[in-house]
């Protein structure tokens, strides 16, 4: 057994944090090694540590510390998360992707990029039928609409989605920015009326937080939306509640914190790999998504974010399907289908940075605190296993490539 050496800073260790006995890690590893200043006792026995082991840990005034080493977390469980950015689509695509989602979440924020979009209440009751329609038997899940956003939008809409239940938000997607994106916004200065309207009833604003103009980077993008439009709208409409979807740069990181009322919601992707993926070993399509991967320094600002506890950072997954052809093709679809497997990417990405104790608010805390719901009450577990995420899932005429196929995962819902 690899013995570790004295830990210099406690307090950076997730299992010594202030919460730890509340902590719901149920089933622990063998647990390795304990240490005090130095002497060392082999074999601590296989339980968690005592009341006694954690009051010297947080007791540096001792000149002492016990270091106790985990050699294995075997589940995990927390309450059962929500998707606060889900592409559902319709028909025969969304019977075959909801069941994925069902599965891990009980709620989701329902992108209405469809073809023609959900620009209406009206369009939404009926979207939001097929979709309960396509739950499969004796399960249970929320679809929470979203209206789409157009130079053409009316306050009137705004002020009916308020009164409907179920719609949740509105999307802005900039004219051409992404996957269905046509009837977006040419120019959000367009909308003025519309932001009022939302401001004044409390209707929040999700953001596809690209510029389209050819002269800008593709890289830069979402920096120079951030510059451009962002800043100068937050002045204009302080109190509209916005979220930044599936940000992917540092820039969006610090200003999402530098600003109010506004949060973010951060993709399994733009967690795990940086834009090195787009081109290991040829062109991979299936990691093309928009906003596109960036570089690793903008992944770590990322996984800081996720991993810090702030309450603006929540999950979104952005799981986008589309035909393994769609994808492989001269010009390929943008977009990671990541239903299948999102608790379990998002666990490899928290641990990665010894962060899994903070998974189950940035998971299932922040997003319906933001959204002024309730949070949910049941609970899911992970456990740790190995598996290999597989090549393709079925998907209308061929087939559908998850975020990572064929690559090993330590982590699976059970
Ligand atoms: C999304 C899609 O395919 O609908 N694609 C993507 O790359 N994320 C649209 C979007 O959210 O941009
Ligand atoms: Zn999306």
Redesign the pocket.
């Known amino acids: 057994m690899a013995i570790a050496r004295p830990i210099p800073d406690l307090n950076d260790r997730p299992y010594f944090h202030p919460d730890f006995l509340t902590h719901r890690w149920e089933v622990w590893g063998v647990w390795g090694v304990w240490e005090v200043w130095g002497e060392r006792f082999l074999p601590h026995p296989p339980t968690p540590p005592t009341l006694l082991d954690f009051s010297l840990v947080r007791n540096p005034g001792h000149k002492a510390f016990v270091a106790v080493y985990n050699q294995r977390m075997q589940k995990l469980t927390i309450t059962r998360p929500d998707d606060w ?1 889900l ?1 559902l689509r319709d028909g025969a695509a969304l019977k075959a992707v909801l069941p994925f989602t069902v599965r891990q979440f009980a709620r989701a924020i329902i ?1 209405p ?1 469809l073809k023609p979009p959900i620009r209406s209440v009206a369009d939404a009751a009926c979207y939001r039928d097929r979709i309960l329609a396509a739950i499969p038997e004796g399960q249970q899940f929320e679809p929470l609409m979203t209206l789409y956003l157009t130079d053409n939008t009316s306050p009137d809409e705004i002020l009916r989605a308020k009164e409907s239940p179920f719609i949740k938000a509105v999307k802005y ?1 900039p004219a051409g ?5 046509d009837s977006g916004v040419t120019d959000i200065l367009k909308c003025d009326r519309v932001f009022e309207a939302m401001q004044q009833v409390d209707m929040p604003l999700l953001l ?1 937080g690209e510029v389209t103009d050819n002269d800008v980077d593709t890289f830069d993008r979402e920096k120079v939306f951030i510059e451009r439009h962002l800043i100068p709208f937050k002045q204009r409409f302080p109190n509209l509640r916005v979220v930044l ?2 940000i992917t740069t540092s820039d969006a990181v610090q200003y999402v914190l530098s600003a109010n009322t506004i949060a973010a919601t951060i993709t399994p992707q733009h967690l795990l790999f940086n834009r090195n993926a787009l081109f290991k070993g040829g062109l991979r399509t299936h990691f ?3 906003p596109i991967l960036k570089r690793e320094e903008h992944r770590q600002a990322l996984l800081q974010a996720a991993t810090s506890g702030n309450p603006k950072f929540f999950l979104g997954t ?1 799981s ?1 399907p ?1 035909t393994r052809t769609s994808k492989e093709s001269s010009c390929g ?4 289908f990541s239903a299948l497997h999102a608790l379990e990417l998002y666990a490899e990405a928290f641990e990665s940075v010894k962060a899994l104790d903070k998974l189950e608010a940035f998971a299932s805390f922040y997003g319906p605190d933001f959204y002024q719901l309730p949070r949910n009450t049941e609970r899911i577990t992970l456990s740790k296993t190995t598996w290999r995420v597989p090549d393709e899932v079925p998907f209308m005429e061929s087939g559908l490539v998850p975020l990572g196929a064929g690559q090993e995962m330590t982590w699976q819902m059970v």
């Not at 920015?177 to 994106?181: D, H």
Request: aromatic share 8%.
């Open positions: 950015h592409h992108m990029n997607y920015a992404t996957t269905n994106s596809h979807e599936h093309y998504c928009l952005d986008a589309h679809c943008a977009g990671c």
